[in-house]
């Protein structure tokens, strides 16, 4: 055993495991024959000389991939070649097996990145609000105001709400039997041709979801959310509206999609019940459903720009009328001064009521007779006399003649009126075809109206794609928060 | 040019090649992985046929349903508005044609004025045929409906039976 291991030269590389059987077999071969030198016998020489070559070749071979492995490890880019492909395995092992102890490595890295994008985000809607705020010269932010007191919400909290950001992406009108797209409208650019396989789509899918979560009730798919893009579905009974959206919608805007697919379910009812697959004929209704898109857009630029041209012609306005109003004011003060100097003090005060702006200099000079300026003043009386008798047949016109309250008319098959705006209210009677109702009220979030009466005088709530709804619904108060 | 568009099914049971008819000869925008999700997948043909002394150009958009029980509850929604059918059986497996009675009468219990097509599929499998034409060409006379034997793989009457059903469609179904 010495003589094997006393065999092996100093600086040869230790073989690789898998050589180590074969390798030894032959050392204590080698090692049995009389050392080089000695008693060189050339026959002995030859046959070291054979059983050696074997360990040479090997020994040769284990320092080139030795030398190749230290040539790989020493440049970067090689080594990065050699170890990425486990480099994921390993990772993804250490992560499931030390969670917490990857978080808290990598969460100075990660929470910086994350900080920064937040920070940026919120420094953008912060430019947004502020710019609302800069240019909130308008009747929809007094508006706001006034909402905001009577809610109790602050002005700045709704400004916010109006400020985060909202989109209409795509508008689908959809046969609702067939699922084929009758009209399409997008806001991108990039728009491809395949509403109608996502018109289809989407009509399996609501078809889906009625099957397994209906469970035989009334009702509807009315929202799809994927990520921060959510599809808004507001029906009929013929059709129905997907609007895909990003961000939150305003207030209202449901509300907008619901009144235009009724008035659409209204217009073309017969055509709706016999589609014969020509959808060219609801072109018409293109300006009307393109309005909500112009809703976002117009949304977005309000954001974007600085004053618009109709606020600035306002504060023109308003700057010039309060100079008119301030150089009247110096006028009328100067000639009030004029006669406070010069007349008793009762003339005075005859002028100043009689100054409605510049035209009151000229009744200044006509107040040597105290007594006609009172009667000149007192010119707009005239209408006033004249309205307190002849009017009187006139006041008719005038008079604000209520607008008739919309009907809903049930549709075939009949609607169950109930007893609250859910399907899990009482059901007080059911309707039948055609029947009239009177709709005095809607609920907030929409989808029932609340009509009036059953035939013991009770208000219920129906459905409102199982009834046709005529008159004007936009003044129908709302009557159940839900 | 009139433009039309027309909600067809493809019917027929598990594994006859109803989806392969549609991945090779028709628009295909979704993955077959919807089939198995909520039981169908919506593709499109558009073909364009003479009517009178006009063109129509027809988009068929093709609601291919898939056959396993569990969606049997959705599946009469899925058949609701549709104007016809292609009616899909398997030459090596004659138990796929004795089913298309049923898909017929259900669509038709549903659309009177449905019309059909049915296409015996893998044309291309000759030596596994249990099916001869004879056969299929009586139960289609049967039903009152064309056939054509197909081949998905090679595209043998697949093309055909898409116009001969857009045809009817349209009411020009006389060849």
Known sequence: ?482 | MISLSKKVCLLGDFAVGKTSLVRRFVYDLFDDKYLSTIGVKVSRKVIVLPRKDDIVELTLMLWDLTSTAEFDSVRISYLRGASGAILVCDLTRPATLDVLPGHLAELRQLNPAATFVLAANKADLIERHELTEAQVAQRAADLGIPYFITSAKTGANVEAAFRRLGKSIIGEDRE
């Open chain 1, 1 to 482: 055993m010495e003589r094997e291991l006393s065999s092996r030269e100093p600086d040869a590389p230790a073989p690789e495991s898998r050589d180590l059987p074969e390798l030894a077999a032959s050392s204590r071969v080698t090692a049995l024959l009389p050392a080089a030198g000695e008693d060189a016998d050339p026959a002995l020489e030859e046959l070291r000389g054979i059983l050696a070559a074997p360990d040479r070749r090997r020994t040769a071979a284990l320092a080139a991939r030795i030398a190749e492995l230290e040539r790989r490890t020493g440049d970067p880019g090689e080594l990065v070649a050699l170890i990425s492909p486990v480099m994921s395995d390993i990772i993804r092992r250490t992560i499931q097996a030390n969670r917490a102890e990857m978080i808290e490595a990598l969460y100075p890295i990660i929470g910086q990145l994350i900080g920064r994008a937040v920070a940026e985000a919120i420094r953008d809607l912060a430019r947004v609000i502020d710019a609302r705020m800069r240019t909130s010269f308008d009747l929809r932010a007094a508006w706001r105001r006034l909402r905001g007191r009577m809610a109790g919400i602050p002005p700045e909290a709704l400004a916010l709400r109006e400020a985060l950001p909202f989109r209409v992406a795509e508008i689908f009108l959809i046969h609702r039997e067939t699922g084929l797209v009758l009209l399409h409208l997008s806001g991108e650019e990039a728009a491809g041709d395949q509403a109608d396989l996502i018109s289809g789509m989407l009509t399996a899918i609501r078809d889906f979801a009625q099957d397994a979560f209906g469970r035989g009730q009334e009702g509807q798919l009315e929202e799809i959310q994927y990520g921060t893009r959510r599809i808004l579905i507001e029906a009929a009974r013929r059709a129905y509206l997907a609007v895909v959206v990003d961000g939150i919608e305003p207030q209202g805007f449901r509300a907008a999609m619901r009144e235009r697919i009724m008035a659409i379910e209204n217009r073309y009812a017969d055509v709706l019940s016999r589609f014969d697959g020509d959808a060219t004929r609801f072109a018409e209704v293109k300006p009307s459903l393109g309005e909500l898109l112009e809703l976002s857009s117009e949304r977005e630029a309000a954001a974007r720009k600085g004053l618009s041209a109709g606020q600035r012609r306002i504060l023109i306005g308003l700057a010039g009328l309060l100079i008119a109003c301030l150089l009247g004011i110096c006028v009328g003060a100067g000639s009030a001064l004029r006669n406070a100097l010069n007349r008793p003090a009762t003339a005075v005060l005859l002028v100043v009521t009689a100054t409605p702006g510049p035209t009151a200099t000229p009744t200044a000079t006509a107040t040597a007779t105290p007594r006609p300026t009172a009667t000149a003043t007192a010119t707009p009386a005239p209408t006033a006399t004249a309205t307190a008798s002849p009017t009187a047949s006139a006041t008719p016109t005038f008079t604000p003649t209520p607008a008739p309250s919309p009907i809903a008319r049930v549709l075939p098959g009949g609607v169950n009126v109930r007893s609250g705006p859910a399907l899990d209210a009482a059901i007080l009677e059911v309707a039948e075809a055609d029947r009239i109702l009177t709709v005095v009220g809607r609920n907030a979030a929409g989808g029932w109206w609340q009509v009036c009466c059953t035939r013991r005088g009770e208000a219920g709530w129906v459905a409102s794609f199982l009834v046709r709804v005529e008159g004007d619904i936009l003044n129908v108060p709302v009557t159940d928060a839900r």
